[in-house]
């Protein structure tokens, strides 16, 4: 199993920018592929991106695409979700996650196996 952090969240105006952290236990953290998952109030979770174990790799959804930006540093264990330009309908509940068992990028949660607890992100118009 493999444990995630996720820090970084808080309450920004649109227009605005944060960056979440998610950190991960183990030593094989390079072999596997990591996604970021949001959840609104009410709104089932939803994808937003997702990266490849070497990090040459990078898939975002549409709605996010242009704005966020993920990335990962392997000697620490820990993968970064850039937000930039953050709109109000950005606010959720962000969760970082990791695919141990499959080895392409899906937006599928089905396909990620460990979740962190989450970081809360609160955009203010």
């Known amino acids: 199993q493999v444990q995630l952090v996720e820090s970084g969240g808080g309450l920004v105006q649109a227009g605005g920018s944060l960056r979440l952290s998610c950190t991960a236990s183990g030593r094989t953290f390079s072999s596997y592929n990591m996604g970021w998952f949001r959840q609104a109030p009410g709104q089932e979770r939803e994808f937003v991106a997702a990266?490849?174990?070497?990090?040459?790799?990078?898939y975002y959804a549409d709605s996010v695409k242009g704005r966020f930006s993920i990335s990962r540093d392997n000697a620490k264990n820990t993968v970064y979700l850039q937000m930039n330009s953050l709109k109000p309908e950005d606010t959720a509940v962000y969760s970082c996650?990791?695919?141990?068992?499959?080895?392409?990028?899906?937006?599928?949660?089905?396909?990620?196996?460990?979740w962190g607890q989450g970081t809360q992100v609160t955009v203010s118009s």
């Open positions: 990266i490849s174990g070497s990090g040459g790799t990078a």
């Open positions: 996650t990791c695919a141990r068992y499959y080895s392409g990028l899906y937006s599928e949660a089905g396909r990620y196996s460990d």
